[in-house]
Nanobody, 120 residues
Framework: QVQLVESGGGLVQPGGSLRLSCAASGSIYGINSMAWYRQAPEKQRELVAVITNSDKTNYADSVKGRFTISRDNAKNTVYLQMNSLKPEDTAVYYC??????????????WGQGTLVTVSS
């Protein structure tokens, strides 16, 4: 059983910064990609950023240049550094980890979500 624990959400003023963390724990053979999604009220969940096991990254156009995704493989943790936050970044942020299982297969695991509110 693998669990994801997210932290770092909260209330921040426009222009401010937050850093989200998502740590995977349990029986982990390997991790493929790690990603952050978000879901604003009455909107569909959308991909924010993804990082592969070769450290390739991809970002939603709306966050390029402001958000940075990174990972610490020794800690099975993915981070999302969010700078220059805007009110439209307000959402519940979810991390998703794609686990590598033996024999080879892939399994997606989601975190519980952490609320980010950008407001003055």
């Amino acid at each position: 059983q693998v669990q994801l624990v997210e932290s770092g959400g909260g209330l921040v003023q426009p222009g401010g910064s937050l850093r989200l963390s998502c740590a995977a724990s349990g029986s982990i053979y390997g991790i493929n990609s790690m990603a952050w999604y978000r879901q604003a009220p009455e909107k569909q969940r959308e991909l924010v950023a993804v990082i592969t096991n070769s450290d390739k990254t991809n970002y939603a156009d709306s966050v390029k240049g402001r958000f940075t995704i990174s990972r610490d493989n020794a800690k099975n943790t993915v981070y999302l550094q969010m700078n220059s936050l805007k009110p439209e970044d307000t959402a519940v942020y979810y991390c998703k980890v794609v686990l590598i299982l033996q024999p080879y297969s892939l399994l997606e695991v989601w975190g519980q979500g952490t609320l980010v509110t950008v407001s003055s």
